[in-house]
């Protein structure tokens, strides 16, 4: 298995404010997602990040809220933008270390606004 | 349209007790079914089952999958205050993109 990195584990931001998420595997993998949970709530994909293009959104998710980078194989972001407290969730990702296998997610963020 | 479905969706049950959690889906092209532990934040993987009838078996975990009747379960035997956390079923999306469906969860307490 890998190691996967999330960082930062938790913050607490103001309204208005962005926010960047870090995700680092020890390895290089193929497929990286980005999935959000809500207070309660179970996990629903945000987008796929796709190393050196766009990343594909999923309905109800867009670009200008949620810009996502992978600029290589072990590497990726997840910025949340223009914070509100509908924002606040846990923030994961997830890496397919071997094609159609099972995805291993990072530790998570919790992200809090005030 | 994809979905999971677990039941019970909480249960609290004592040390030593056996557990049973349910997930059924509907998925139009199926490759796999996934349980996974979350105790904070992080959902840690436990089983992927593809074939219907074969038992995957981990210490004092194990599941099995039914293609046919479109459910799996996961029982827990034995079970210890350690055992405690919200699982997890989960299918890939028929879009072939990658993208897990998830159920919502089944909360388990083990009490002492």
């Known amino acids: 298995s890998a190691v996967i990195s999330q960082k930062p584990s938790r913050d607490i931001c103001q309204r208005g404010t962005s926010l960047t998420i870090q995700c680092q595997v020890d390895?290089?993998?193929?497929?990286m997602f980005w999935y959000r949970q809500q207070p309660g709530q179970s996990l629903t994909l945000i987008a796929t990040a796709n190393q050196g293009s766009e990343a594909t959104y999923e309905s109800g998710f867009v670009i200008d809220k949620f810009p996502i980078s992978r600029p290589n194989l072990t590497f990726s972001t997840l910025t949340v933008s223009n914070m509100s407290p509908e924002d606040s969730s846990i923030y994961l990702c997830?890496?397919?270390?071997?094609?159609?296998?099972?995805?291993?997610f990072g530790d998570g963020t919790r992200l809090s606004i005030l | 349209e994809d979905k999971v479905v677990q039941s019970p969706l909480s249960l609290v049950v004592h040390e030593g007790d056996t557990v049973t959690l349910n997930c059924s889906y509907e998925?139009?092209?199926?490759?796999?079914l996934l349980w996974y532990k979350q105790e904070k934040k992080a959902p840690t993987f436990l089983f992927m089952l593809t074939s219907s009838g074969i038992e995957k078996k981990s210490g004092r975990l194990s599941s099995i999958l039914d293609k046919k009747e479109l459910f799996s379960i996961l029982n827990i035997t034995a079970t210890q205050t350690g055992d405690s956390a919200i699982y997890l079923c989960?299918?890939?999306?028929?879009?072939?993109?990658?993208?897990?469906?998830f159920g919502q969860g089944t909360t388990l307490q083990v009490k002492p």
């Open positions: 998925v139009t092209n199926f490759r796999s």
């Open positions: 390895s290089q993998v193929t497929m």
């Open positions: 989960a299918v890939p999306g028929s879009g072939n993109t990658g993208k897990l469906i």
């Open positions: 997830s890496v397919e270390l071997t094609g159609r296998g099972p995805q291993h």
